[in-house]
């Protein structure tokens, strides 16, 4: 059976509620053990784990462009080319281009992850993995796991901190990264645990992995660079056309009601993102409103925004610049989740009690299913993140966009990728008008009186082209290189080869 | 009736493409000081370009030429004078060149059968433009001034500062002139775009010596300057009251009357009536 034809035997995307019809499924989590071992070189780690031809092997992505982990594991299976492992790392950077090799090889067949960019994507996107990418999402990764779809034979969990028990902490030690949400998932489901760190302490006062779950602590000289963990900072965009899309996303936000107390939100760290939590901290502030979290992957901004006293707490799944790891180790009330907690829609996860959330897009379509996962040439360029799993939780999701970046317009008659389901995307907002999902009656209704620039999104749809022109439709490939997977495992688009 | 204008470089097409989305009253392309003198030719036919395809113009479009002292500005008229411009922004305006303007204007529109007059928006910003402006708002097709401090400082080897001190008698001369004839008195921009305190600060002044409108030299100063040239909500309130109370006087045929104990007479009413016309424009009513 080829690619093509393996795909269409995998279970099709029907519906964003679909999965609440599926009773989740759980495997036994991992044997606990007080004991670990301690190991000297990945070299003897692997003698130790008898890493072999057809592993799964997992990593996390929280030392994201400076991880030195996923590439420590990638060099050693290429000297001794062990063949067809699969790889499961919660996201894949520019960094780990090592990896690239390894496909081509063939050491690595497949690759399960939840966003990629850099020379991988491209390695990928040339049709040379073997098998099949499958592009999860961040709740969907951890469901996958302890449903038994994905098991992980071994886990090389990258720790900042270990202390002599095996625990972890993420917030201290060289390679400082603070929360490890995304690590948890492969602790406490792979077969062995490895926490691969450069920083050894006799006892940790504060534990984020359990030791309980730990098999080996490998320690190695580092385990990331610093400056590519984090940022110095995340800033508010200066781009006019950002502020004004950021404006008219707080006015909608308080119009429709959502800035009260109690309130809850999740913006990325993008300008245009951190703008419009600047606007709603205005709002906020003259209302005298007290919001109950924030939550994500969490900036300096929204620790700010926490210190005075405008949120109760942050619930942290990332962290994404220094301030907020800073701010991880030591405000009690800066809190991590796990990628679980955060967005598995089997585990009553934080996105569930989101009242709004600000997201991004490369495309949107007239049916406002949203493309985050390729461009408009098919390249993979990202992947969904936790983009659906918010979209579906938060009761009213927004996508902030240009209507047009560079020459091109960003509606579409059709995405090129789906990744978010239109069913599950509210408002669109653009410099040039907002775009409100038809679905969304009651949200129509609050704004019936608003001075706001609405419109319908076939209306932008013709704005826009009305700018640009028609975009020539490009020849597409038909190889499957591999899938979107919605947050509960169905396949909701594919992935092709590029010219 | 303007609050705001904004300045955008001729040969950036980014800001051309996105010229319509900030809310400006009035978007000036700029052929001259922000167009370096070997990108002239390349701006012509951006703007040109823009102006001939684009399908979402600006409300009111505004090119600012090469001033007639140079040898650039009949090339910049022989490119942009269309149906698609609404008003000419002329630099370091002179009686002599507003009159030239006109008679250049008038056969271009003419050869190229043009269906409306285009206005001219002189820049007041040399020392003897200051003492021409009650002549320079005379001249044909003049919609109003815009009042250019940084130059005029220049002019009178004077510091530009931000308090503003040593533009005021020709604030009050820009204004004075314009109001005398019913036109746009447009302040000169907030060159500090760091600065937003010091942008309301200006915008005060400007409003209490008459200007009407404020120059922006970046869209991030647009929301300020076009809050703060509105009429304030407590005045728009008044007026509203004035307006009725003047309707119930006249259908029982009284012409003056008080109110709140203070009398309203004609010039009062016309006041309401001015602040009543600009806020309903600006759809702050």
């Known amino acids: 059976m080829n690619k093509n034809e393996f795909v269409n035997t995998l279970p099709k995307f029907s519906g964003a509620n679909e999965y609440k019809k599926v009773e989740r499924k759980l495997v036994n989590k991992k044997a606990t053990s007080s004991t670990v071992k301690f190991l000297k070189s990945m070299p003897e780690a692997f003698d130790e784990l008898k890493i072999s031809d057809g592993m799964t092997l997992s990593f996390h992505h929280h030392l994201r462009n400076g991880d030195y982990v996923q590439n420590m594991v990638s060099e050693e299976i290429l000297k001794r080319d062990i063949k067809d492992l699969h790889y499961a790392p919660s996201s894949i950077f520019p960094t780990n281009e090592i990896l690239c090799k390894l496909i081509e090889n063939e050491n690595v067949t497949t690759i399960d992850t939840n966003y990629l960019n850099g020379p991988v994507a491209v390695t990928i996107g040339e049709g040379k993995l073997k098998n099949l990418l499958y592009l999860n999402t961040h709740g969907g990764r951890p469901r996958k796991i302890e449903s038994g779809e994905l098991p992980i034979d071994v886990a090389f969990i990258a720790c900042p901190t270990v202390d002599k028990n095996g625990n972890g902490y993420g917030g201290k030690g060289n390679a400082a990264c603070g929360s490890l949400g995304y690590a948890h998932s492969d602790l406490e489901y792979a077969k062995k645990v490895v926490l691969v760190t450069d920083n050894l302490v006799d006892k940790l006062d504060r534990v984020e992995l359990d030791g309980k779950y730990v098999d080996y602590v490998l320690v190695v000289d580092s385990i990331g660079d610093a400056n590519g963990i984090v940022s110095g900072t995340t800033k508010i965009t200066r781009d006019p056309v950002g502020l004004k899309i950021a404006r008219n996303t707080a006015k909608l936000i308080d119009e429709l009601g959502l800035v009260k107390d109690g309130m809850s939100m999740q913006t990325g760290a993008g300008g245009t993102s951190l703008a419009v939590a600047a606007c709603v901290k205005d709002y906020m502030i003259k209302k005298g409103v007290k919001g109950s979290f924030a939550s994500g992957g969490i900036t300096s901004y929204f620790v700010d925004m926490q210190k005075a006293g405008l949120f109760d707490e942050l619930k942290d799944v990332q962290c994404f610049d220094i301030g907020a790891v800073e701010s991880y180790n030591t405000n009690p009330s800066h809190h991590g989740m796990s990628g679980s907690k955060y967005g598995n829609p089997y585990d009553d996860p934080v996105v569930d009690y989101l009242d709004f959330v600000i997201l991004g897009a490369t495309e949107i379509d007239k049916d406002f299913n949203v493309n985050v996962a390729t461009d408009s040439y098919g390249k993979i360029m990202g992947g969904s993140g936790g983009h659906s799993d918010t979209a579906h939780g938060a009761k009213v999701s927004i996508i902030t966009t240009n209507l047009i970046k560079s020459r091109l317009p960003i509606i579409k008659e059709h995405v090129t990728t789906i990744t978010t389901p239109g069913e599950d995307i509210d408002v669109l907002v653009t410099e040039r008008g907002i775009a409100i999902n038809p679905k969304r009656v009651d949200l129509l209704e609050k704004l019936k009186d608003s001075k706001l620039p609405l419109k319908t999104i076939d209306e932008l749809y013709d704005l826009a082209l009305s700018i640009t022109g028609v975009p020539n439709t490009l020849p597409t490939h038909n190889d499957v290189v591999g899938v979107v997977q919605y947050r509960d495992g169905t396949i909701i688009d594919k992935l092709y080869k590029i010219y | ?285």
Request: some cysteine; overall charge negative; aromatic content about 6%.
């Open chain 2, 1 to 285: 009736m303007r609050r705001s204008t904004l300045f955008i470089p001729g040969n950036n097409p980014a800001m051309l493409q996105n010229a319509d989305v900030f809310g400006a009253d009035a978007v000036i392309f700029d052929l001259e000081d922000a167009v370096n003198i070997t990108e002239k030719d390349n701006a012509r036919n951006l703007i040109h370009y823009y102006l001939a395809t684009h399908s979402n113009l600006p409300m009111e479009v505004v090119v600012r030429i090469n001033g007639l002292d140079t040898t650039f500005y009949q090339k910049d008229l022989e490119a942009i004078v269309s149906d698609n411009i609404d008003t000419i922004m002329l630099p370091k305006a002179r009686v002599e060149y507003l009159v030239k303007l006109d008679e250049i204007l008038t056969r271009l529109e003419k050869e190229r059968k043009l269906t409306k007059k285009i206005k001219v928006l002189p820049i007041v910003e040399l020392a003897i433009s200051v003492l021409e402006v009650n002549e320079v708002v005379k001249c044909p097709r003049v919609d109003g001034v815009l009042l250019g401090a940084e130059d005029l400082s220049s002019d009178m080897e004077v510091t530009r500062t931000k308090e503003g001190k040593e533009i005021q008698y020709a604030r009050s001369a820009v204004a004075m002139a314009c109001k005398a004839y019913q036109l746009d008195a447009i302040d000169t921009p907030f060159t500090d775009v760091n600065d937003p305190e010091g942008l309301c600060k200006d915008c005060g002044n400007a409003i209490s010596y008459g200007m009407n409108a404020k120059a922006a030299i970046h869209p991030n100063q647009l929301d300020t300057i076009n809050e703060l040239f509105l009429p304030t909500e407590k005045l728009i309130t008044w007026a509203l009251r004035v307006e009725k109370a003047t309707a119930e006087y006249a259908a029982k045929g009284i012409g003056v009357f008080s109110l709140d104990g203070k009398m309203i007479d004609k010039p009062v009413m016309e006041r309401a009536n001015k602040i009543l016309v600009k806020a309903r424009k600006f759809g702050a009513i």
